[in-house]
């Protein structure tokens, strides 16, 4: 009467293969759109500025996430510079294998936002690396950006 | 029953394509703001947001739910998300309305959002996934099979003729012509529909709705606020919603049970005892064009077998007796998986307050049924809506 | 002629894009594949079936309360929502219950021009309760020949290609 069954070898526990056979283009977005391109054409980060909240965020929204109004008209530029705001070292990548040398991805607060991007630190050692230490933001070069998050190289400390 | 009465005071709508630029966020930002706007609430106003959005698989996203929730406008608000397939743009007001109805919230905000254009090689892929992994997946179905097989069945019980179930896709596309959002409104005829392209006999091209991107969103108030707010409060007067076994192989398809559970449900709830008579317009959901049929007959609006009879006889044209998908349906106006059934919602909303511009059935209407239908072959949601 | 939504408001809400736009980088975009894999548990009741067909038979089981034979084989009732009893054998031939005559694959890509259309049908399988049927691919039978009510009989692969699943069954023919 039990619904379970006891097994007692495990060649004895079947099982069916499958995979989900789907793959994803997405697109940024109406806002997503003017960051990439400000990113890759200009080298200049965007944000969108709330004056009712007084907030800006960072990426821009077309939308502030608190009183609901419309922000597509009050897009604002901000600083390529920032702090670190929290880091973390990594030292495996996805699948469990070692990385050759560890990388360092922190949350970088912009000035001048109330947000930041995540994103690699570089040009500075892990045990260098400190909560609240100065960063700014190092490009690619203009013909070998694309409008992606990469075209940012990572950050690395201010001299 | 102690719950207490729930209106729709307000409603919003993105148009629909089959390719949006606009991130998911977006989209459910569109309609909601939309949906504010249009009853002239803030965000601060609402107490609570439920959100629906159908397979994760759709936009790409894994708890997509939880991802959509700022464009939602439910940052650091109650927030639930629920899915049951298609049927989720009419189970979409049924959980609003319960948060309202049972006390603890006086406004709810709900949306419904889908984007499909991001699925590839086609969003339709994605339905390969509903079907059992090991005793069905292994055959490659498609969701086009299991409507062709259930049209097959329906079409055999009662000796129909796709000419006649045609009729739909032809009276449907031109209805959305009126319809602000539509994406595939047409004028078309009985033979541009037999002569479309045959994608799984006997389903031809102009017989299915198309993949679309869009969004939707309501506010529900209880009634204190709802007086407040507007001069014509739609009142959720029934709702009712059933799901049926996935063993789906087991049932005879050519009846929807479960739309006829749900459908009792919500008009024991309302208080209706001849469907048929009480129900002055109809949006029963209609993916494909002898769907809209086959749920007529489930939503008891006539007898098993004689909704076919409605449509010959121009009943259920928007100037007839028993106006059905006077919106254009899901095949005039479009097929955003989740937001259709809420699509559906508010154009009886809009009916009963009279505010549907061209598509306006005659008649005054009082009384409406809207209702949605989904995953394989298993869930009806129903809601009954009066003036 | 009134209107809470009208035209004007809906038009701006979204932009439309075409393949094209997408294909060209008209708008930037990111690409994901996901490495989803899965090894689904078969469980005890799916076990048996798999197995049985691997040997060139289709088992089902049966709940003594409702009297049904199940198929698939389950190990609880879904209308008694009890347990349910003892294995039964069913036969490999079956009637047509519904069926379809399919142009376009799980992508929704065309078949190409020329190759058979698939008819995949849902077969009530002999021995297990009416009703019961089971989603299968019908083959040699031209598709405008087949009707609801026709009697089929399964094609098995020969038995050392046969893995443990339900495509074991080549396809159902009618007979």
Redesign the interface.
């Known amino acids: 009467m039990a619904l379970i069954e006891r097994h007692q070898k495990t060649t004895d526990i079947t099982y ?1 293969e ?1 995979e ?14 003017r960051f990439f391109r400000e990113i890759m054409e200009n080298g200049r980060i965007i944000g969108a500025r709330c004056e009712n909240c007084k907030k800006t965020y960072v990426p821009p ?3 502030c ?4 109004a ?1 922000l597509e008209s009050s897009y604002v530029e901000v600083s390529t510079q920032g702090t670190v705001h929290t880091y973390t070292i990594c030292y495996r990548a996805m699948d469990g294998s070692p990385h050759e040398k560890p990388s360092i991805i922190a949350m970088v607060k912009l000035d001048g936002a109330d947000g930041g991007l995540v994103h690699f630190l570089g040009e500075v050692e892990p045990e260098e690396v400190q909560i609240g230490m100065r960063v700014e933001a190092v490009f690619k070069g203009k013909d070998e950006r694309e409008g992606s998050i990469f075209d940012i190289k990572y950050f690395r400390p201010i001299k | 029953m102690g719950l207490r009465r729930v209106a729709i005071v307000g ?13 998911p ?3 459910a ?6 949906a ?1 706007e ?1 009853c002239e609430m ?3 106003d609402i107490d609570c947001v439920v959100l629906g959005t159908a397979p994760d ?1 759709f936009d ?1 996203i894994h708890m997509n739910g939880e991802y959509l929730i ?2 939602a ?1 439910g ?1 650091r608000k109650p927030y639930m998300r629920h899915y049951v397939g298609g049927g989720t743009g009419v189970l979409s007001p049924i959980h609003g309305w319960f948060h309202v109805a049972s006390g603890m919230f006086d406004t709810c905000l709900v949306v419904a959002e889908e984007k499909m ?13 509903i ?1 059992d ?10 969701l ?2 299991i409507f ?3 049209m ?2 329906y079409m ?1 019980r009662w000796g129909l003729s796709k000419r006649d179930i045609a009729l739909v896709s032809v009276k449907n596309k031109k209805n959305a012509l009126d319809h ?2 539509s994406q595939v409104a047409a004028e078309i005829t009985v033979d541009d529909v037999l002569n479309s ?7 031809n091209r102009l017989d299915v709705s198309p993949t679309s ?2 969004a939707a969103a309501i506010v529900l108030a209880a009634e204190h606020i709802a007086r407040r707010v507007t001069e014509k409060p739609i009142w959720i007067d029934g709702v009712g919603w059933a799901l049926d ?1 996935s ?1 789906w ?5 050519y009846y929807p049970d479960y739309v006829e559970v749900a459908a009792r449900m919500a008009y024991k709830m309302a208080g209706i005892r001849e469907p048929d008579k009480e129900i002055h317009v109809a949006e029963p959901y209609d993916p494909f064009s002898y769907k809209e049929l086959h749920h007529m007959e489930g939503l008891l609006l006539c007898k098993r077998g004689e909704a076919i009879k409605l449509l010959v006889d121009g009943v259920t044209q928007r100037d007839g007796n028993l106006p059905c998908c006077p919106s254009g349906g899901a095949l005039g106006v479009g097929n955003p998986i989740a937001a259709t059934g809420l699509m559906k919602i ?1 154009e009886i909303f ?1 009916q009963l ?6 598509r ?1 059935v005659p008649g005054k209407p009082t009384c409406g049924v809207a209702q949605a239908w989904g995953d394989l072959m298993q869930v009806g949601t129903v809601v009954v809506l009066r003036r | ?7 004007e ?3 701006r ?7 094209r ?2 294909r060209e980088g008209k ?1 930037i975009t990111t690409t ?1 594949k ?1 490495n989803l894999r ?1 090894a ?1 548990d ?1 469980g005890p009741a ?1 076990g048996r ?2 197995a049985e067909l691997k040997n060139g038979r289709i088992i089902g089981k049966r709940c003594r309360r409702c009297n049904r034979i ?1 198929l ?1 084989p389950r190990m609880f009732c ?1 209308l008694c929502w009890r347990p349910t009893d003892e294995w039964v054998y069913v036969k490999d031939t079956g009637v047509v ?13 065309r078949i190409p021009k020329g190759q058979r ?2 008819t ?3 077969i009530e399988i002999d021995g297990a309760s009416p ?7 019908l083959d040699e039978v031209e ?1 405008e020949k087949i009707y ?1 009510g026709m009697r089929v009989k399964a094609v098995w692969k020969p038995p050392k290609e046969r893995i443990g ?3 074991d069954i080549k396809y159902f023919k009618p007979y």
């Open positions: 069916w499958g989900i056979p789907l793959n994803y283009i997405y697109t940024v977005g109406r806002a997503g759109e929204r077309i939308y996430e608190d009183c609901f419309r | 409603a919003g709508l993105t148009k629909f394509y089959r390719r949006a630029q606009e991130t966020k977006e989209l930002y569109e309609a909601a703001k939309m504010l249009s803030r965000l601060e698989a790409g700022d464009g406008g940052k254009s991001s699925c590839y090689p086609h969003p339709a892929g994605a339905f390969l996934t079907f992994h090991t005793t069905e997946q292994p055959l490659y179905p498609t086009i099979w062709a097989i259930e097959n069945r055999t602000p959002s392209e045959v994608m799984a006999w006997p389903v991107d869009g076994t063993y192989c087991t049932r005879d398809l508010i809009l307050r009279e505010e549907a511009g061209k306006q | 002629m009134q209107e809470l939504i009208t035209k408001m809906v038009e809400t979204v932009t439309g894009l075409s393949e736009d997408i708008v994901w996901p899965y689904w078969n799916l079936y798999l199940l698939p879904e219950n519904t069926f379809v005559i399919s142009y376009i694959d799980w992508k929704a890509g259309p698939f995949p049908a849902v009703g019961m049927g089971i989603l299968h691919l598709p609801i699943a339900i495509t």
